[in-house]
């Protein structure tokens, strides 16, 4: 079983700054993507940020600029590091890793329980 466990949300105020951490354990051989997404109420789960493990990125198109995203691969941790944030950007961010359990073994999606972003005008 592999848990992910998501920490730094809270309520900030138009133009500050957040930083998400997410750190993966338990049985894990290796980690593909690692990824940040969010689900504004009343609205779809969309990608914010996505780290390779390979190290490409990819964000966005609305956070692209304000939000930047990072991996420890040894401590299986990604952060979002988040400025200027906005009241649309409020939102409950999850995070989510594809995770290789055993040598050659399939890969498994994994979710975070999320972390909740709010941003007061």
């Known amino acids: 079983q592999v848990h992910l466990v998501e920490s730094g949300g809270g309520l900030v105020q138009a133009g500050g700054s957040l930083r998400l951490s997410c750190a993966a354990s338990g049985s894990i051989f290796s980690i593909n993507d690692m990824n940040w997404y969010r689900q504004a109420l009343g609205k779809q789960r969309e990608l914010v940020a996505a780290?390779?493990?390979?190290?490409?990125?990819n964000y966005a198109d609305s956070v692209k600029g304000r939000f930047r995203i990072s991996r420890d691969i040894a401590k299986n941790t990604v952060y979002l590091q988040m400025i200027s944030l906005k009241p649309e950007d409020t939102a409950v961010y999850y995070c989510?890793?594809?995770?290789?359990?055993?040598?050659?073994?399939?890969?498994?999606?994994?979710w975070g329980q999320g972390t909740q972003v709010t941003v007061s005008s």
């Open positions: 780290y390779t493990r390979t190290g490409s990125t």
């Open positions: 989510y890793a594809a995770v290789i359990t055993t040598p050659q073994g399939p890969t498994y999606r994994y």
